[in-house]
């Protein structure tokens, strides 16, 4: 049985040490014939920088690595190009004046890798110099490799002041590429995050952005059927339905994948499922965004959004929408084209992210840490065995316990949406199917739950008073008849007090 690459970067070293290899050579091919300046945005740990290590092999001419691959018999190994590649990935400045030593530094690499020194210390100058003088030295075009290329600015993404710095030297930095095309054979750019190409490689207006082209969907990640045959003996005795539904799910057009990083340590880790990929990373930047408005949580995770949203990214124009998709905490359900262009419907890929994500939203919106457990649980065992009275316990509960102090330093969470977001929070955070704002023929369920046989119709109402209005609406509406194919329905209405900031009206029915 190979050995899994957990951490491994080095296509050579996963070849030469007996490693499992998901052989994406034959998208590299197709790759590197079908164009020459190319951009791929894809989640952290999905397999970015393995790829660009790949294909420096295959532009250096390391025949011998890919024997018995889809590239080996296809290539012409004789053509061999001089490589410069570039990894901002490792390393944190904080500072503009940190940026550009670093960058002198990382170029030392690519001095050594190619035999050349340069004669300034300024890295723009000194990344100029290396691709003429590449150039000249080997006779033939450069290929430029650039990993992690928005590191510097992301590090920073929350104090807007440096971010702006640190784009506009990344700016000058890659301004560079433009400069020397005469020059340069191949160029891929990869990071998580997709800033504006007219904010940060301005000129660079024949760089092919591969992020959504379905030629490309399966460039970095797992597929479920390299599961079933390159990982089959890691993964003997293993549920695969449940391994889908806790990691599958990312869209990129091709075919739905997993982030490789939860696949090898699921495997390494005796098929225990846990939220690998979520734990390794850090989603502060989210909570710091959540403060700056009124954001209502179930639409964040339920969104349709435009090509202009997901594209316009930059430093003077965050939105929270496009880097929950950059990020890997969203993915795209559906494409839309309609009248008005090409819109996305949004949503987590998959429970690890269902689960993590309401998570941090329940701190966001309660500040409840060592007791959110507790409450899921008692959830949880509400919803099972459908005690309806005692779920109302529960969210009282839940309620009483936000401190009022988090509502008074935070005025952002006595908007309307606030109540309904909690319970959504929370629901969700339990891994069950939920539907916000729930379409049927005549309007829209405020939240729909569904739980194995059972269907929870819920409809929220903010007032001072309870005259029971809410569970009134779903039976007046109708709004059970599109789950008429359950045996067990269940209706709830609940109404909160802005001035109590709690329950003060619910009602139920089985239908």
């Not at 869209?251 to 690998?276: A, K, M, Q, T």
């Not at 429970?351 to 959110?372: A, D, G, H, R, V």
């Not at 023929?441 to 046989?453: F, M, S």
Request: glycine fraction near 6%.
């Amino acid at each position: 049985m190979k050995k899994l690459p957990i951490g491994i970067q080095t296509f050579r070293d996963i070849i030469t040490e007996g490693f499992v290899y998901v052989d994406k050579t034959e998208i590299a091919h197709n790759l590197i014939l079908g164009g020459k300046y190319y951009f791929l945005s894809r989640p952290r740990r999905f397999g970015k920088s393995l790829f660009l290590d790949t294909l420096k092999d295959i532009f250096e001419g390391k025949k011998d690595l890919f024997k018995g691959l889809a590239i080996y018999d296809r290539w012409d190994w004789e053509d061999q190009y001089p490589v410069l590649r570039v990894s901002l990935g490792s390393g944190v400045e904080k500072d503009i004046n940190q940026l550009f030593p670093r960058l002198r530094w990382i170029l030392e690499d690519a001095e050594d890798d190619l035999k050349i020194k340069c004669d300034s210390e300024n890295p723009v100058v000194c990344f100029k110099e290396l691709i003429r003088k590449a150039h000249e030295k080997y006779g033939k075009k450069v290929v430029i490799l650039i990993d992690e290329y928005d590191k510097p600015i992301l590090d920073n993404i929350t104090d807007s002041e440096v971010a702006r710095k640190m784009r506009d030297a990344m700016k000058n930095f890659y301004a560079v590429i433009k400069d020397n095309d005469a020059y340069i054979r191949f160029v891929f750019i990869t990071g998580v995050s997709k800033f504006s190409k007219m904010n940060l490689f301005s000129g660079l207006n024949n760089l092919e952005d591969i992020t959504l082209n379905a030629r490309y969907g399966n460039i970095c990640g797992y597929t479920h059927d390299d599961l079933l045959t390159v990982f089959k003996e890691h993964l003997e005795g293993a549920d695969m339905e449940k391994v889908r539904l806790w990691y599958n799910g990312y869209n990129y057009f091709g075919e739905r994948v997993y982030n490789p990083f939860d696949i090898l340590l699921f495997i390494s880790n005796s098929h225990d499922y846990r939220n690998y990929w979520w734990s390794t990373g850090n989603p502060s930047f989210l909570l710091d965004m959540l403060k700056t408005r009124n954001y209502f949580i179930p639409h964040l995770e339920h969104f349709t959004a435009s090509e202009e949203i997901l594209d316009t990214f930059d430093v003077d124009h965050i939105e929270l929408i496009a880097l929950l998709w950059q990020t890997g905490y969203l993915t795209i359900q559906e494409r839309i084209t309609d009248d008005f262009g090409v819109n996305y419907r949004l949503g987590v890929p998959n429970k690890e992210i269902q689960l993590s994500l309401n998570s941090l939203f329940i701190t966001y919106l309660t500040t409840q840490t060592m007791e959110k457990l507790s409450f899921q649980k008692s959830l949880l065992n509400r919803i099972k065995n459908a005690d309806l009275d005692g779920l109302k316990e529960a969210l009282y509960t839940l309620f009483a316990a936000i401190p009022y102090s988090h509502f008074t330093n935070n005025k952002l969470l006595e908007y309307e949406g606030y109540y309904a977001s909690v319970v959504y929070a929370y629901l969700a955070s339990l891994g069950a199917r939920i539907i916000p704002e729930d379409i049927t023929n005549l309007g829209r369920i405020d939240l729909t739950l569904q739980y194995e046989d059972k269907v929870f119709i819920i409809e929220f109402k903010l007032s001072e008073k309870a005259p029971g209005n809410a569970l009134k609406q779903i039976k007046e509406k109708r709004y059970y008849e599109k789950y008429q194919s359950y045996e067990n329905i269940y209706l709830i209405g609940i109404e909160f007090s802005r001035e109590q900031r709690n329950i003060i009206g619910y009602e139920w029915e089985r239908f």
